[in-house]
Every structure is written in structure tokens, then in C-alpha cells.
């Protein structure tokens, strides 16, 4: 028996005389008992209820069967040992609303734990429900969507579910639950347009949800609902489980299942997609999690010190590279495709996780639909995981059609996210100019000088603000005092602008097109309400820049040519043009992308000042976008005020 103490915790990790003197830290584990069946879990049907569990370790395993929520007592029900280290239990009969858990004796504890596999759980996910999940489906439920002939189409919309509809001002009648987001027909302040139908006037094209699978108690209880919480949502519980607090009933396990689909197929059949923020880089609790429980020491990363890896900063990594781990995140992300019919996933610290999995995951989203999106935090964390096996900026190469956030991009507009009182391009701040060319490029090997991480485009996902970090309106105010917030306007413009333009795949947050604050609030995870919420009072004050986001929207739809689908297109038809510090400009020539302009020109004019620059000898430009900053132009030169951008074409 191999006994470690962590974090004042007594872990057994089973007699080896199990598993036939193999240690789970040994790598022959994987080769002697890694199970590749679709079964784990349960499957029900009114005649029978199978359960299938992983739990090579364990020299006894039971199914507790829970008839009533709330009861202490359950039944308990020997599973039988089966292969490839795999328990099971066929139940004849029709168990369906009965709750369930699994026991495992590992070494000289028995262990009670959530199936990490279950499809419903009831209140705070402490126990599996037994459900007939296609009786949740709604009347109207189909896999129709809108068609996405590329990544670089998407226009993608970060929203935390809550934050949408908890302003007292939404008009919304399901305030903080996913029936809120499905909503027409709301009304704010001034009467201006909440919840859905403001997100479509904008014109984007996927709601990317922070997560909605089951997290933690101790971020928001179920069962308290009428007191105040709130939580992002980064520290999974049950990943195959739609989080209870959104739901209407989180005691009734088919009602968050139901209501989650139905929030999905109104945005499908309001011409939206859904993508789902995922955490599979690590666990909320380590020793309390299920996997931990049922396969102690398998799951998860440790050290040569037998301490647990932590590039996550939250306690732990999940162990995505061990063949089971490895099957149980490709067997999430499918289950929630076929289930739920979501259109994308954005990992969270992808760069934790390995190349192979990220890579299984794209070649089965691939079979299924190829217009899913897959995109994530590739940045290169300290972990034991080598590093030609993570998935990160530095093994883009690697990981075609998966695109990763562009961070290069985001501080050389806005300034460092780090120094708080550090300036960008947008703010006036000196030698950002390549910086700038290399997110206008989208990440791509451009030249010599101008490359980033990218391979193609599609890799690229190019933002100035998300959940994470300062809102860019707070950053300005951080970075520029002294400065009017009539400039700051202009200059939160020109970041938003600056993303819509690049080639790759651009990402706004929910309330970035109003200017959205949380009153110098860096981090918001578990800031109140008043901190996160969108504010639609504020939405109401901001009329114009709503306009202006809607039109940089329509500008990148109209014109293909900010969409170029390959860096060779990008090199062949995107020339930089000169222009004095504080300015950068180019073209976009030949019917790039075939574009009914036949050229594009662009100018990202980051001076309070007037400028006055050169135009490329093609033809007569006519102002398509930023007039109102255009003091005089012919056929050779322009003259620009204030700051922000304008863009000419040929037709």
C-alpha cells in the first residue's frame, strides 16, 4: 500500500496486489488497463439501467442508488470486476429519477464519488441522476445552424451568463438563468433593446459562454440561490452537467438539461452559435473531486517530489497525456456536441494541456461538423508536461484549425495587462507600430520581421479585452490620466476597431461596445453582482459607440478581404503602407478575398493631431468608414483628425 500526505490529506493509492503489482504512477498502467469503450457511465432505458465504471485500483465496487434526494440512506448494489479494469451493474427495470453514486474500496478506504461520466445530477452535483436525457430535448430541437465557411467568419461574443440579465434594468423575466439569454423582446432603459435581441443588432455571430457545466459548491451554492453569489465558474465539478444555478429548478436534474437546450436552440434559430468555455487543465478540489476518489494518483499531474504540478495556480493540473484522462476530455467535448449541439469550445489554459488530445479533439469535432470552433489560451505555463507536448503558442505548428488568443495583439493596443499604468498604440505610448502589423496579419509569418505565432489565420484570435484582467475602458482610465473621457472614447474605439479589421478570428466582450467597467476591478471571478453585471443604464448613455461597433461589424462582414482565409492570401494581397509614428496604414489590393472593392485602404491614426500621409498611386478612393475624421483627401494624399480609424477604397 503506497500512502502520501498532501495539503494535510492522507491519500491511499490502492494495494498493487490489484493490479498485479503495477503502480497507477507507473506508465505500463495505461498499457494494461486503459479502456476503449463508449459504455463508462450509465446508460438507461425504461427496461434496464447499465453502469459502467473505471476503477482498475479498486478490489470492491458498489452503485449506491439514492430514491429520494435529500436521504442519508442509500441501497447498495455490488458491481461486478469486468475488463480492462472496468466495474459493471445491469439493473433490470425501469430506474429513471432514481440518484446515484459510485464506492470503491482503494487499499483500506472506501471512497464515495459522483460518476465523472454522468449526464445529470442533482442539486450542487453531489449525486448522478438516472434520467431519460431525450425526454429533455424541447419540442423543437434540431441541429440546423447557420453555415461557416471559415473560422476567420466568426465574430465571437464573450458573455457570462449571469451578467447578461442580473441588472435590474434588463427588462429580462428569467434574470440570471439560461431561459434569460433566450428571451425576445426585452426592453431597458430609454427602451432600448436587452438581453438577445441586443446581442443581434450588433451582428456578431457566437455567443461564447464562460462556464456553464457543473462548478463548485463553494463558488455558488444551488441551494442558496436567494442569497448573493456569484463565480466565472473556473472550477469544474461535473464536466458533462449544465451548472444548476442557471436553471429554474436545480433540485430537478432534467430541468437544467432542458433549459439549456432550449437557450441554444433560440440562438441557432435566431441565426446565432453557442461556444462553450471548458476547463480541462485542472480540478476545483484535488482530494475531493470524483477522479481523485475513484482512481487515486491517476489523474492528476505530480512531481518528482510526489507534490502536484500547478500551472494552473489552482491546486493541480489534470493529467491530459495518461491514455484515460486523455479519453474522458475527447468524450466530454463530443457529449456535448451530440447532446447539446454546441457550436465551438474555448479551452481555458490550453497550454497545459497536451498536443495529442487537442489534436483527437479536432479530428473527431472534424467527422461531426467541421465548422466547429476550437480556440484557446496557449500560453506556455510553468508545468511538468515537456514542453514539445503542450499546447501552446510555441507548438502552433502543430495544432492546425485551433486557434489561440493573440496576447502580443492585445497589449500592444491597450498597453501591458500587467503594468497597469503602461500605455498602447490606442493611448499614445511609441514603438508599437510592428506590433501592431503583426496582429493586423494575423499572427502569420508575414516577413522576416513581422511574425508572431501563427501558422494561418485561422490560428489567430485577435481581442483587447476579455473576462479576464482590466476592461479595456478601465485600463484607459488607469493609463492615461489626465486625459478627457471624450479621447479615452476615441481611443477605446480605435482598439475595437483595430480588432475587427485584422485578419484571424476576432473576439469582443459582452459590454465592450458600451464602454463596460467594473469600476477598476482587475480580476471580477467572484466581485458582486454590481461589479459584473452589464449595465444597461450605461448602455443607454452609449448610443453612438454601440453604433460604431455595429458598423465595424458591417464593415468586416461587407468586405472579405478582412477575412483573407490563408497566410499566402494574406502576404499576396495585404501591403503595408508608410506612415509617421502614432499611425500605421495598409492596403488590401486586388479584390483581396474577392472583394467587390477592388482595393482597400486602411489607417489606424492614433494622434489627437491632424495627419497628413501618402496614398498608394490605384486608383480613386472613395471614404468608406471614418469620415467624420477625414479633413481633405484626393487621389494621392489624405489628411486625418483625432484618433481613430478610416478606410478608402477603389471600387
Known amino acids: 500500500m503506497s500512502v502520501q500526505k498532501e495539503h494535510d490529506v492522507v491519500i491511499d493509492y490502492g494495494d498493487p496486489a490489484v493490479t498485479g503489482g503495477v503502480s497507477v504512477f507507473d506508465a505500463r498502467f495505461d498499457e494494461l488497463f486503459a479502456y476503449d469503450g463508449d459504455d463508462l457511465g450509465v446508460r438507461y432505458t425504461p427496461e434496464e439501467t447499465k453502469f459502467r465504471l473505471w476503477a482498475p485500483t479498486a478490489s470492491e465496487a458498489k452503485v449506491l442508488l439514492y430514491p429520494v434526494w435529500a436521504c442519508t440512506f442509500a441501497e447498495e448494489m455490488d458491481m461486478h470486476r469486468d475488463v480492462k479494469g472496468t466495474w459493471t451493474l445491469r439493473l433490470e427495470g425501469d430506474y429513471k429519477g432514481i440518484g446515484y453514486t459510485f464506492k470503491v474500496k482503494v487499499g483500506e478506504q472506501w471512497n464515495e464519488a459522483v460518476d465523472p461520466y454522468a449526464a445529470a445530477v442533482g442539486i450542487n452535483g453531489d449525486r448522478g441522476a438516472i434520467i431519460d436525457l431525450q425526454a429533455t430535448n424541447p419540442g423543437h430541437w434540431t441541429d440546423d445552424k447557420p453555415p461557416l465557411a471559415s473560422p476567420v467568419d466568426a465574430i465571437i461574443y464573450e458573455l457570462h451568463l449571469r451578467d447578461l440579465s442580473i441588472h435590474p434594468g434588463s427588462g429580462i423575466a428569467h434574470p440570471g438563468k439560461y431561459l434569460g439569454l433566450a428571451e425576445e423582446g426585452t426592453k431597458g432603459p430609454e427602451n432600448i433593446p436587452t438581453g438577445l435581441d441586443h446581442i443581434r443588432n450588433l451582428g456578431v455571430t457566437h455567443v461564447q459562454l464562460l462556464p456553464v457545466y457543473d462548478y463548485s459548491t463553494e463558488s455558488v451554492d444551488e441551494s442558496r440561490l436567494d442569497m448573493p453569489q456569484y463565480n466565472w465558474g473556473y472550477d469544474p465539478k461535473n464536466y458533462n452537467v449544465p451548472e444548476g444555478s442557471y436553471a429554474t429548478d436545480p433540485y430537478e436534474p432534467a430541468v437544467r438539461i432542458a433549459e439549456m437546450k432550449q437557450m441554444i436552440q433560440t440562438l441557432h434559430d435566431k441565426g446565432l452559435f453557442v461556444i462553450m468555455d471548458v476547463v480541462y487543465?485542472?480540478?476545483?478540489?484535488w482530494y475531493l473531486i470524483?477522479?481523485?476518489k475513484l482512481v487515486p494518483g491517476y489523474y492528476l499531474r505530480y512531481k518528482d517530489d510526489g507534490t502536484l504540478s500547478d500551472g494552473a495556480f489552482c491546486g493541480?493540473?489534470?493529467a491530459s497525456e495518461r491514455t484515460m484522462v486523455h479519453k474522458f476530455i475527447v468524450d466530454s467535448v463530443v457529449h456535448w456536441v451530440k447532446e447539446y449541439h454546441i457550436d465551438g469550445f474555448r479551452f481555458d489554459l490550453m497550454g497545459l494541456m497536451d498536443i495529442d488530445?487537442?489534436?483527437?479533439?479536432?479530428?473527431?469535432?472534424?467527422e461531426l461538423d467541421p465548422s466547429i470552433l476550437m480556440i484557446g489560451e496557449g500560453w506556455n505555463m510553468s508545468t511538468i508536461l515537456p514542453p514539445e507536448k503542450r499546447a501552446n503558442h510555441g507548438n502552433a505548428s502543430r495544432l492546425p484549425n485551433i486557434g489561440q488568443f493573440n496576447d502580443g495583439f492585445r497589449d500592444a493596443i491597450k498597453g501591458s495587462i500587467f503594468i497597469h499604468k503602461n500605455k498602447g498604440f490606442i493611448s499614445g505610448a511609441s514603438g508599437f507600430e510592428n506590433d501592431i502589423r503583426r496582429g493586423i496579419a494575423g499572427g502569420t509569418p508575414y516577413s522576416g520581421k513581422l511574425r508572431h505565432f501563427a501558422e494561418e489565420p485561422v490560428q489567430c484570435v485577435n481581442y483587447v479585452e476579455c473576462h479576464d484582467n482590466h476592461t479595456m475602458w478601465d485600463k484607459l482610465v488607469l493609463s492615461t490620466v489626465g486625459?478627457?473621457?471624450?479621447?479615452?472614447?476615441?481611443m477605446h474605439r480605435l482598439g475595437s476597431a483595430l480588432v475587427l479589421t485584422s485578419q484571424g478570428i476576432p473576439f469582443i466582450h459582452a459590454g465592450q461596445e458600451f464602454m463596460r467597467t467594473k469600476q477598476g476591478v482587475e480580476n471580477s471571478y467572484k466581485s458582486p453582482d454590481e461589479i459584473n453585471w452589464l449595465d444597461w443604464e450605461r448602455c443607454a448613455a452609449h448610443p453612438g459607440d454601440i453604433r460604431y461597433m455595429q458598423q465595424l461589424i458591417r464593415l468586416r462582414k461587407e468586405h472579405p478581404a478582412f477575412r483573407l482565409r490563408t497566410a499566402?492570401?494574406?502576404r499576396e494581397h495585404l501591403v503595408f503602407e508608410e506612415a509617421p509614428d502614432g499611425c500605421v496604414a495598409y492596403t488590401l489590393r486586388e479584390h483581396a478575398g474577392g472583394d467587390p472593392a477592388k482595393h482597400l485602404y486602411v489607417?489606424?491614426?492614433a494622434r489627437a493631431?491632424?495627419?497628413?500621409?501618402e496614398l498608394p498611386a490605384l486608383g480613386a478612393w472613395k471614404i468608406g468608414f471614418g469620415e467624420e475624421q477625414v479633413e481633405a483627401w484626393n487621389t494621392s494624399r489624405i489628411t486625418v483628425s483625432g484618433i481613430g480609424m478610416v478606410v478608402l477604397q477603389v471600387e
Do not use: C, P
Not at 609 to 613: A, I, L, N, R, S
Open 281 to 285: 487543465n485542472h480540478v476545483y478540489d
Open 316 to 318: 493541480n493540473e489534470f
Open 609 to 613: 493631431g491632424e495627419t497628413e500621409v
Open 483 to 490: 486625459v478627457s473621457d471624450e479621447e479615452r472614447v476615441h
Open 568 to 570: 499566402a492570401q494574406i
Open 290 to 292: 470524483n477522479f481523485t
Open 357 to 366: 488530445t487537442m489534436r483527437e479533439i479536432r479530428r473527431r469535432l472534424d
Open 603 to 605: 489607417l489606424y491614426h
